[in-house]
């Protein structure tokens, strides 16, 4: 099996998180997973964001908390999920949403380590982090599938960690 | 049969972690309001036990029914209608309040009428004016949402603006997260920062620009973090603050909040030249935000008007109050009437 791929970048703003989640919204088609990892704060909302506007979706994204899971209709139907409520979000999986995610849509997990045996084993992670200046980000691919979006991944070199 | 001033109503809201039934008389005299929280029995796993936000209103949904009924001396027979919010919340918990109360309307031959919860939030505040003056502006705020709207009747409301990214309560769950409080974050820090100074640490408001309507929340979250843990999370090991410094933390993050929701609903009120506003919703609970509201629309000349402390946080009395509203207006749903998440 092919080694997985793995990028780290860096961004200084709010808006060149956003241009990245953007970015790889671009490359992502139903069946997609991209799951984010990080504490409070490190830019997974607005990562989500630029994903969605990658994806097409014009409708303005906002933090799935609270509902567990936010559907916005697109080119393709985006389903944005926030297991931070972990064990909400475990009993609503359980009552049917696991079901929708294997749908025609793409999927984008905040939290992600709080769903972990939910998750298919091909999937695009993203792990956000504080530094001091900025986000660390860093994207890997953990199957063919996901690799393929990442090797296709324009424009990241100015956010490339040094 | 029943006129419009005293027909009554039975509410049933299940949207999210409250299960409750309400009956109310004439769209306005409560004469019964039984909540059964989980939020106690979910707040030492930071959330929702697994399966008891279905399961847990399965169980508490006909005891609670009953009680509404008993303690409004109310049978079925006098029922006008059986009301029932269908969004927005957990589709799995909604479904649990919408099935019973599709089945008793069936069973007792009642209409059926569909409420949106938000819109329910407005109506709370409503029931506290004895005389109604359209248009409001409104603010509803809570855990999932935090958008003002210009409110045209009970049932007529549009959407000026809402949160780019957080809710109000959010930016407080997840503040008290930060903070070792417990959930829900709001009362925790209401409480934690009482004696605290509100102005010890002033953090910038998100009021965006000038002339905006809408609300971010997200980066007080961060600025909350940072001032913990040191920029960036370089001092990740800085123990957490106590006593009078994490009472002094609290009030001003409070402070930050609630100036910024009270700045922006009196903002929106200048803008729209409506003096009367409307606030409520779990966030309106909080004392703070109530004097902040209340201090800026005397200075503006606007009436402002709260939701009564009981009815912010999640309750069926809204839910039979606007059913009512729409029982009256016409207003009813088919019994395959579907639920919304959103």
Redesign the interface.
């Known amino acids: 099996m092919a080694p997985s791929l793995v990028v780290k970048l860096h961004t200084t703003a709010a808006e060149q998180t956003r241009e990245l989640g953007r970015r790889l919204g671009r490359r992502l088609a139903a069946g997609d997973w991209v799951v984010l990892y990080g504490?409070?704060?490190a830019g997974k909302?607005?990562f989500a964001?630029g994903v969605a506007e990658g994806l097409g979706i014009r409708e303005?994204v906002?933090?799935p908390?609270?509902?567990?899971?936010?559907?916005y209709a697109g080119p393709v139907t985006l389903l944005h999920l926030d297991a931070?409520?972990?064990?909400?979000?475990?009993?609503?999986l359980?009552?049917?949403l696991a079901e929708r995610l294997q749908g025609p849509v793409v999927v984008l997990v905040e939290w992600a380590e709080k769903m972990r045996a939910w998750l298919p084993p091909d999937r695009i992670e993203v792990s956000l982090?504080?530094?001091?200046?900025?986000r660390e980000l860093v994207l890997q691919a953990t199957g063919p599938r996901s690799r393929a979006r990442l090797e296709g991944l324009e424009g990241v070199e100015a956010f490339l960690a040094p | 049969m029943t006129t419009g001033a005293d027909a009554r109503v039975l509410g049933i809201e299940s949207s999210?972690d409250e299960t409750a039934a309400a009956v109310v008389r004439g769209g306005r005299a409560v004469l019964s309001s039984v909540v059964r929280s989980q939020v106690a029995e979910?707040a030492p796993?930071?959330?929702?036990?697994?399966?008891?936000?279905?399961r847990g209103h399965l169980e508490a949904i006909v005891p609670v029914v009953e009680e509404a009924l008993s303690a409004a001396r109310t049978s079925p027979r006098d029922l006008a209608a059986v009301a029932v919010t269908t969004q927005?919340?957990?589709?799995?918990s909604l479904l649990v309040g919408a099935t019973t109360a599709k089945a008793l309307a069936w069973a007792w031959s009642k209409p059926l009428v569909a409420v949106h919860h938000i819109e329910a939030h407005v109506y709370a505040a409503l029931m506290s004016l004895p005389e109604w003056h359209f248009p409001y502006v409104t603010l509803v705020v809570s855990?999932?949402h935090t958008s003002l709207y210009r409110t045209e009747s009970p049932l007529r409301h549009a959407l000026l603006c809402?949160?780019?990214?957080?809710?109000a309560?959010?930016a407080l769950?997840?503040a008290a997260?930060?903070l070792g409080l417990p959930y829900p974050g709001g009362p925790s820090i209401e409480k934690a920062g009482t004696g605290g100074d509100p102005g010890a640490h002033p953090f910038k408001l998100p009021l965006l620009a000038p002339d905006s309507l809408d609300f971010s929340f997200?980066g007080l979250?961060?600025a909350l973090?940072?001032h913990l843990k040191g920029?960036?999370?370089?001092r990740p090991e800085a123990p957490l603050p106590a006593g009078q410094a994490l009472a002094d933390l609290c009030a001003s993050y409070e402070a930050a909040v609630v100036e910024t929701l009270a700045r922006k609903c009196l903002r929106a009120c200048l803008q729209l030249d409506i003096p009367r506003l409307l606030v409520g919703g779990g966030v309106a609970r909080n004392q703070r935000l109530r004097a902040a509201v209340a201090r800026r629309a005397q200075r503006d000349n606007v009436q402002a008007t709260f939701a009564a402390p009981e009815f912010c946080t999640d309750n069926a009395a809204m839910i039979a109050g606007l059913g009512h509203a729409r029982w009256a207006a016409g207003k009813l749903a088919d019994l395959a009437v579907d639920v919304a998440?959103?």
Not at chain 2, 45 to 54: D, K, L, M, Q, Y
Not at chain 2, 162 to 167: H, I, L, P
Not at chain 2, 231 to 234: A, E, I, Q, T
């Open positions: 504490p409070l704060g909302t607005t964001a303005p906002t933090s908390t609270y509902l567990l899971c936010h559907e931070y409520f972990e064990l909400r979000m475990d009993s609503v359980a009552e049917g982090a504080h530094r001091a200046e900025g | 999210c979910h796993w930071r959330g929702v036990v697994p399966e008891i936000a279905g927005p919340g957990l589709v799995g855990g999932g809402s949160t780019r990214d957080d809710a309560g959010e769950d997840k997260a930060l997200s979250k961060t973090l940072y920029p960036g999370l370089s998440a959103r």
